[in-house]
């Protein structure tokens, strides 16, 4: 059974910063490939950023150069560092784990809710 438990979500003025940490278990976390994805009221899933089991990274036009994905194999881990939030960036954030061989995501977590506010 493999889990994911997101932590970190909350509200924050516009420009700050949230952390969003995954903590993954019951899977060979080193060779999937991991990231998050956010759900807007009203609005589709959408792809923030990706890591995979090699480090390489990829990130949606709208957060590029404000947040940054990162993994700790050894703790089991992947992150997302968020700065200068926007208001648009309000949404529900899902981690999620994929099979290198797969096109999908196999594994998500519950959500976490960030809310940037003034």
């Known amino acids: 059974q493999v889990q994911l438990v997101e932590s970190g979500g909350g509200l924050v003025q516009p420009g700050g910063s949230l952390r969003l940490s995954c903590a993954a278990s019951?899977?060979?976390?080193?060779?999937?490939?991991m990231g998050w994805y956010r759900q807007a009221p009203g609005k589709q899933r959408e792809l923030v950023a990706g890591?995979?089991?090699?480090?390489?990274?990829n990130y949606a036009d709208s957060v590029k150069g404000r947040f940054t994905i990162s993994r700790d194999n050894a703790k089991r881990t992947v992150s997302l560092q968020m700065n200068s939030l926007k208001p648009e960036d309000t949404a529900v954030y899902y981690c999620?784990?994929?099979?290198?061989?797969?096109?999908?995501?196999?594994?998500w977590g519950q959500g976490t809710q960030v809310t940037v506010s003034s």
């Open positions: 890591i995979t089991s090699g480090g390489s990274t």
């Open positions: 019951g899977t060979i976390f080193s060779i999937m490939d």
């Open positions: 999620f784990a994929r099979n290198p061989l797969s096109v999908v995501p196999n594994y």
